[in-house]
């Protein structure tokens, strides 16, 4: 038995390379990982040996060679196979240990060349790893350190590794190469302005779930990759306390993180169901988690709270008179860690919140297929620049309470509707199928503080009746992307009832 040991990682690869020699098995490597193993007094010899061809190329070019192909990729089966090997002085090759170059780790350097980047590309790696899992049937292809043990108990079973077993290893290293070439392609593909015929995505799994959203759905967590960046949202956090997060969580949370995301500190957000109940930005994280508290008390039960600055202990003896499922921040004082743990079962995360990167695609799986689109984003001018279509202006005070209020709807799910007093959210509606319900959910949920209140729509009005209800309720301005062919009677409607109207001209659904 005949195997070749090449890997980057030199995790467990002295325990494999012993577990085979004390089996008889006759081992080959390649540069740092025949030293590793020579220093671990593993028998060992090098590749060149089996190809009778020296590396060439600073290393570029060295397993590609017959004697590694043939021997990977003879059928054991196929007389012809074994008499071509044995025709050219060739023997079968039973085992491969490989895992690839450091591409990831090495874009994510800051300054990298692409020439350095270019050098990462592993090329012998995937062509052992992918002719070893093609003929798995007589070859095991290992990929994984993790899988070290695994093989070895396999290798010493009377019977060998099981056909099953065999094929997980072929699918396993399928998988690595496929995720490291999408890596490579998006590399390569940075700043491409058109949409690709074909998109590869890479991901790794964060974690298995207790559950997807019913108790019924099996379901994991997984990270996309992105060459050169760190891990973004919730795949970058670190949980400090608390059980698992569940599938609903994990969203929940992510919606919660995005909005708090949005706003200059301190801002915080408390979520239910992926939309904000309460939102709210002041000079401190406990006067905005207050007036946040206050948008929606009832609904916030059990809700996710965040917090776009670090919590302090004040804070966090506030957040603990509350029954929350989940509080993430960029950190916690000490104190606040203290008093949070009076509930353990209170999930708290730490995470950046810088909002995502610009390489941050959104996705959306759809039957059969996926949406991708670039992430929404939206301008702090919008509504300064844009169209005042009322005889009233806003005022001063107006006019930042909508820009407030233009910067939250884009969070809540259309159709939507919210009300601000200041720079907090007094009332929303989501999810409506009708815009004139969003405004009287909106207008019920704020209650008396409707009245002297503006209003955002993530669309424009098609009829006066949304504007009609919101001003009966007390509501002094609203901003709206406009563009209906009732945008004659929507003004008018303003009009007759003193509102300052201005359109954005910009529209932000969020379905």
Not at 7 to 24: E, N, P, Y
Not at 38 to 61: C, N, Q, Y
Not at 340 to 349: E, F, I, K, Q
């Amino acid at each position: 038995m005949r195997a070749i040991l090449s890997v980057s990682d030199k995790t467990g690869i002295d325990v494999l390379g012993r577990g085979l020699a004390i089996m008889g098995v006759e081992i080959y490597s390649t540069g740092g990982t025949r030293r590793a193993l020579e220093a671990a007094e593993v028998p060992v010899k090098p590749v060149s040996e089996l190809t009778g061809f020296p590396e060439i190329l600073d290393g570029r070019v060295k397993t590609l060679h017959p004697a590694v192909y043939g021997g990977l990729l003879a059928r054991r089966d196929v007389p012809g196979d074994l008499e071509v090997l044995a025709e050219h002085g060739l023997a079968p090759i039973d085992l491969v240990a490989i895992n690839l170059y450091p591409f990831e780790v090495i874009v994510a350097r800051r300054n990298v060349t692409l020439r350095a980047a270019l050098e990462q590309i592993d090329i012998g790696g995937p062509a052992m790893l992918r002719a070893a899992a093609k003929n798995f049937l007589a070859v095991l292809p290992v990929c994984d350190p993790a899988d070290y043990a695994a093989v070895l108990e396999a290798l010493r079973q009377i019977e060998g590794p099981a056909p099953a077993f065999r094929r997980g290893l072929a699918a396993k290293a399928f998988r690595h190469v496929a995720a490291y070439d999408a890596l490579i392609a998006a590399y390569l593909g940075a700043g491409d302005p058109a949409w690709p015929e074909e998109l590869p995505l890479s991901l790794r799994k964060v974690g298995d779930l207790r559950y997807g959203e019913n108790p019924q759905q099996q379901a994991a967590f997984y990270a996309v990759l992105y060459p050169g960046a760190g891990p973004a949202g919730l795949v970058g956090a670190r949980q400090l306390q608390g059980k698992p997060l569940s599938y609903n969580n994990i969203l929940d949370a992510d919606a919660a993180w995005q909005t708090a995301s949005d706003f200059g500190s301190a801002a915080v957000a408390i979520i239910k169901h992926t939309n904000p109940c309460g939102l709210a930005r002041a000079a401190t994280a406990l006067e905005a988690y207050e007036r946040a508290l206050a948008g929606d008390p009832l609904a916030a039960f059990g809700g996710i709270v965040a917090v776009n600055v670090a919590v302090d202990t004040e804070l966090a003896q506030r957040i603990a008179e509350r029954f929350y499922e989940i509080v993430l921040a960029p950190d916690f004082e000490a104190g606040a860690l203290e008093v949070l743990a009076a509930r353990p079962n209170l999930r708290v995360l730490a995470l950046p919140f810088d909002g995502p990167g610009p390489h941050h695609l959104a996705w959306r799986s759809v039957t059969g297929g996926v949406l991708v689109q670039e992430p929404d984003s939206v301008s702090s001018a919008e509504v300064r620049a844009g169209q005042v279509v009322t005889r009233r202006s806003p005022s001063e005070a107006e006019s930042a309470a909508l820009a407030f209020a233009w910067r939250a709807v884009r969070h809540v799910k259309s159709n939507a509707i919210v009300l601000a007093q200041g720079e907090a959210l007094v009332g929303m509606g989501a999810g409506q199928p009708s815009r004139v319900a969003a405004v009287e959910i909106a207008v019920a949920r704020a209650g008396a503080r409707a009245d002297g209140a503006v209003l955002a729509s993530d669309a424009f009005f098609p009829k006066a009746d949304g504007v009609e209800a919101a001003a009966q309720a007390g509501v002094q301005a609203i901003v709206q992307p406009g563009g209906s062919r009732g945008d004659a009677e929507v003004i008018a409607a303003a009009d007759a009832a003193g509102l300052a109207m201005v359109f954005t001209g910009t529209r932000h659904f969020l379905h």
